[in-house]
């Protein structure tokens, strides 16, 4: 039986270093293999980068092709907010600047009596009692004007020798600033009714509500005076005059207060003139006429032409109590009378008759007249109903010259 022999320990720690030693070699020649196949691929493509230097890899292409859309569309970023905002308000939302309309709106009323029976009802039913129908049509104006037939003053003495004298209690300017009034013409037959103190009262007290007195004055220059208000871009000039003044004194003078007067039409002309050169447009209202009387004296309306000539754009007339007609003079307008508008109770024919006159002007002074039909009284004007209304209108039209008022209220021109 053969015996195999078992070997020793040094001989298996020799074996096993000689086999550990054949492992590594093979490890270390598969890991240089691998590096130089590395080697050989990476000088390969670098050769061939060399020979084609504009060619690129698709990723690089793709990176370097998103970097330069970023660069434009920031590059387009800030051009645009360098760039002015422009478009409409709703693309923008930012408002125009408005300009503006150079249209102006302006209303006028006849004689405004707040003495006697009227004031009595007032200090009972309160100073807005005369306005509660019709102040939305004034506030609707930019301009509304009048005649004042009264002081407004508790202080005086009553002229002497004289039929009639009225005056209306301080507290009346409130209500008469609240209803939509602007401006007063003073240049009439009652302003002085309770003296000089009296006209003191009245321009303080129209002042300090923010309203405008025009045709009184301490002397000749501010009774002459034009008061021009700037209202959507058109300048307003209002003269006041009067040819009814009850006695001389009563004429303002170079040193003497009082009334602008026109019986004399050298100096309103010169006033006139003067106004149309410091305003777009000129508004002149004047006292005159006969109580009563449907229709103008003749020389009333050369006066009214001599006006407009001067440069004149429209002539409001009162003093009759009653309507007189319309007349349409080389483009202008004249309404020679618009009747009583707060008055007391009268029972004579036409005087409860009025209206509300509306003029739409351009900056050139060229209107659109319209009327609003009114009953007057007792001290609370309201509109007129449709049917009396439309008779008032003809009634308008027959009495008026080169004009015609409307079945609308509107007045027309016959004019070639």
């Not at 080697?39 to 084609?52: E, K, R």
């Amino acid at each position: 039986m053969e015996i195999l022999m078992q070997p020793t320990r040094n001989q298996r720690k020799t074996r096993e270093t000689h086999l550990s030693k054949r492992r590594l070699r093979r490890w270390i020649i598969r890991f240089l293999g691998i590096g130089v196949l590395i080697l050989c691929v990476y000088t390969a493509l670098d050769v061939f980068a060399t020979i084609n230097p504009g060619l690129e890899s698709s990723n690089e292409q793709q990176a370097h092709k998103i970097v330069q859309s970023s660069k434009q569309e920031d590059s387009t970023a800030i051009e645009k907010i360098k760039e002015p905002v422009t478009g409409t308000m709703d693309e923008v939302n930012v408002p125009d600047k408005v300009e503006p309309s150079e249209h102006v709106n302006l209303a006028f009323v006849g004689d405004i009596m707040m003495g006697g029976n009227v004031d009595k009802l007032l200090k009972t039913n309160g100073y807005d009692y005369p306005y509660i129908h019709i102040s939305s049509i004034l506030q609707e104006a930019d301009i509304a004007a009048g005649n004042m037939e009264n002081p407004i003053t508790d202080r005086g003495e009553p002229a002497e020798d004289k039929s009639y004298v009225f005056r209306t209690s301080p507290e009346a300017v409130l209500g008469m600033a609240k209803s939509g009034f602007d401006v007063f013409n003073l240049a009439n037959n009652h302003t002085l009714d309770y003296g000089l103190i009296g006209l003191q009262d009245t321009i303080r007290l129209l002042i300090e509500a923010g309203l405008y007195g025009i045709g009184a004055g301490m002397n000749e220059e501010e009774a002459y005076k034009p008061v021009v208000l700037d209202k959507n871009g058109v300048r307003v000039a209002y003269l006041g005059l009067t040819r009814v003044v009850p006695e001389v004194s009563w004429k303002a003078d170079k040193h003497t207060p009082g009334l602008a007067e026109t019986y004399n039409y050298t100096r309103p002309i010169k006033a006139i003139e003067a106004a149309s050169g410091i305003s777009d447009m000129v508004v002149v209202l004047v006292h005159w006429g006969v109580e009563g009387a449907i229709e103008p004296r003749e020389f009333e309306k050369e006066l009214a032409h001599r006006y407009i000539d001067a440069g004149a754009d429209l002539v409001i007339g009162s003093h009759p109590h009653v309507l007189q007609g319309i007349e349409s003079y080389k483009g202008k307008w004249i309404a020679y009378s618009l009747g009583n508008f707060i008055f007391t109770t009268s029972g004579k024919s036409g005087t409860n008759e009025s209206a509300i006159l509306q003029a739409s002007c351009s900056k050139s002074g060229d209107c659109e007249l319209n009327f609003i039909p009114i009953v007057a009284g007792p001290a609370q004007p309201r509109r007129m109903e449709d049917i009396a209304a439309k008779t008032l209108y003809q009634h308008l039209t027959s009495i008026s010259y080169s004009a015609e008022v409307q079945e609308d209220g509107q007045v027309r021109s016959l004019l070639p």
